[in-house]
Every structure is written in C-alpha cells, then in structure tokens.
C-alpha cells in the first residue's frame, strides 16, 4: 500500500511564492489556486505563472498582483475572520501570529503582520495549502532549511538574519546559513513547519513529479530555488493508542451501552476478552483503540461508565486500508456496503451488518440469507476483492 508523499528541498531556502511556485509546477492547476484565493479574497489579487531562470535552472515564478489599492496592515483578528478555522491555511497564521507574538512580547491577537498580512502572502498561504490538497498529498517531510546570513531590512528596522520570527518558528527543525541574504522567510518557514511532519533527507520514494519555484533574486552560481518532489511512498503504521483495563465486577447487560459510548468518545475500536482473574474469578478485558488525541476523552468515558479503578495505556501502529461505502440495494432496499481498497484495488467487501439485520427482518429471512443476498448484490455491481476500487 502506498500514499503520495511530498518532500520540500528547501536546501536553498523557502519562501511562500517560492514553495507555491514549486507545487504549481509540480501539477496544481492554476485556476484551483486562484479559485481558493478569491474564495478568501474576492477579486483581491491575480495569479500569474512564468517560467524563470535561477543560476541557469528553469523554476516557475509566481506573481499576485494586487487589484485594490490601498492594503491595510492586518492583525491575525482580522486575517482570522478571513479564513476557516479548520482549514491549513488558519494553521499557518496561528504558527505565524504566535511567533511574532513571542518576538514582540503581545498577544497574538495583537500582532500586525505588515509584510505578512499583505494580499500576496495571504494568498501564497491560501494558494499554497489548496495546491497540496489538488495534489492529493497525503504526507510531508522536508529538508534542513538554509536560513541565511547577515542582515534583512523590514518594517521594525535592520534585522539579523535569521529574522526573529524565522527563528522562532525554526524551532526543532534542522536548520544551517547556506548562504548570505534572508533566505528563509516567515511564511514560507511557517507554511514548511505547517505542511511538514519529519525534517529528513530524501526518503524512498518512486518519483511522479518534480516542481521548482522560482524566488525573486538570481543569484550566481546558486539556484534560488525550492524544489518539491511528489512520490509513491510506503504507508506507514498509523501511531494509536490501546487502553485497557480489567473488569470482573460488572453487569454484564451493561457492556453493549459501554462499548457504543466508547466509540461516541472518539474510539476507533472497542472489544471485551474474557478472562480468569486470581482466585478463579472471571472477568473481562476492555480495550479501546483510539488516536493519541482522543485518549483522553476514552479514557475518561471508561472511568465514567465502568467500575474499574486503572485504565492501563500502550502505543501501537495500525495500518488501515482505505476505505469507501457505496450503496447497493437488495429487493428494492438500501445496503450500504463498506469497500477496503489499496493502490486503486478492492481487498475487502463487506455489507454494514446492521442494514444487513434489518433487511433480514423486512423480508422475513434468516440474517445469514440476507447477507449473502447483499454480498451477491454488491458483487453484480463489481465490488469484489480484486476489482477496481470505486472511483478509480
């Protein structure tokens, strides 16, 4: 199983035109990256591509182009308004705003952006988090980051290179000066450090595509460039956490309500396992599994519901398959039918049990029957191990 992955080469540098630039070379289509933008600023800004060249390298330049005159300086309050607060975008900002504030001593709800908060980086953020999702990147990692040297110019005066707020967002990142010049900007150190889970050397991959964006200086005999590389890669094991606990003084009739709430409070699985506790006494293991984020909220829902007194914690890897329900229907009755697929094909099939039951009571057959009706339904439509996965 394998998952498209990109890797940021940002050896020379990283800028947000720069790294925008790469992914549109890379296979983003322009008019998606100006439809994000305008979703965020209507009639705001135009994007224009050209092809450069960067110490004789052919890169792909990026220009916004401001329509209204006039742009204020902005607060991350008002950027904030402007965005989703789900969306990749808002995460950039709120990296951004919290190391200005830091750098400045203020809230970050106090923090004037100046450069930042102009049209054009607001829609090298926008434009850049919509270009990674056009490309249906599922993981991230980049290289060290040259950051440069020396001194940069900007609106709070002569400033030492790194900029503050490079630095501060350079935090835990493998970083070296590379060169003379601000090479690494705070957008583009933020949209890296948002965008990127792993600072790492190229990693294994079958190459699909290469972009190169194009910054604004030519600088002899070193190509000022950021370079992102799309491939298949391995997926990985997905980190989770299993939490159990012994229980041996329990209502049994109460385990069902207890193993849906689980799952209400963010488990991704929940089973009992029957066991022989000292003296002989029987008992169960609850298990949950769940993503580190929601342990929490299960472990709490376990005190809450059960009579244990320790809920024991482990981490473990899950590789999921991916997966798609598609609709099928059995003598004039909807059966949603889970289909598990890797690599573009079918490996598993399986009808939801609980359409299944209910279909069995409707007709006034036997589930087993009911189910091999949907099973058949769901093969005469081409949902087999082996097919095609749907959509592919």
Known sequence: ???????????AG????????????????????????????????????TDVRRAGLRARKIEVTPIAADQPHRTWRDIRRLLDPSSRAAEVFARLAAAEATVHGVTPDEVHFHEVGALDAIADVVGACAAADALGIATVSASAVS????????????????????????????????????????????????????????????????????????????????RALLGAAPRA???????????????????????????????????????????????????ALCAPGAVDAVRARIFRDTSTLGVRASARGKTALERTFVPVRVDGHPIPVKVGHADGVIVQVMPEFENVAALARALGIAE?????????????????????????
Do not use: Y
């Open 1 to 11: 199983m394998t998952v498209t992955h990109l890797w940021i080469d940002a050896s």
């Open 368 to 392: 087993r029957d009911a189910l091999d009706r949907a099973v058949q339904a769901a093969r005469s439509t081409g949902l087999h191990p082996g097919a095609p996965a749907p959509g592919v």
């Open 237 to 287: 094991a997905e980190d989770c956490v299993q939490l159990e606990a012994n229980v041996d003084d329990f209502d049994p009739r109460l385990w069902p309500g207890v193993l849906a709430g689980l799952l209400d409070a963010g488990a991704d699985d929940a089973w009992l396992t029957p066991i022989l506790m000292k003296k002989g006494r029987p008992a169960h293991t609850l298990a």
């Open 14 to 49: 990283i800028a947000g035109d720069m790294l925008l630039g790469a992914l549109h070379d890379a296979g983003a289509d322009l008019g998606h990256i100006q439809a994000a933008v305008d979703a965020v600023l209507p009639g705001a800004v135009r994007i224009t591509a």
């Open 147 to 226: 950051v440069g040297s020396g001194t940069v110019r900007a609106a709070h005066g002569l400033l030492p290179v790194p900029a503050p707020a490079v630095a501060e967002l350079c935090r835990d990142w493998q970083v070296r000066a590379g060169g003379s010049g601000e090479l690494a900007t705070p957008t583009g150190m933020a949209l890296l450090r948002t965008l990127a889970a792993t600072c790492e050397d190229l990693p294994t991959l079958t190459i699909t595509a290469v972009g190169v964006g194009a910054g604004s200086r030519d600088t002899p005999g070193r190509p000022n460039v950021v």
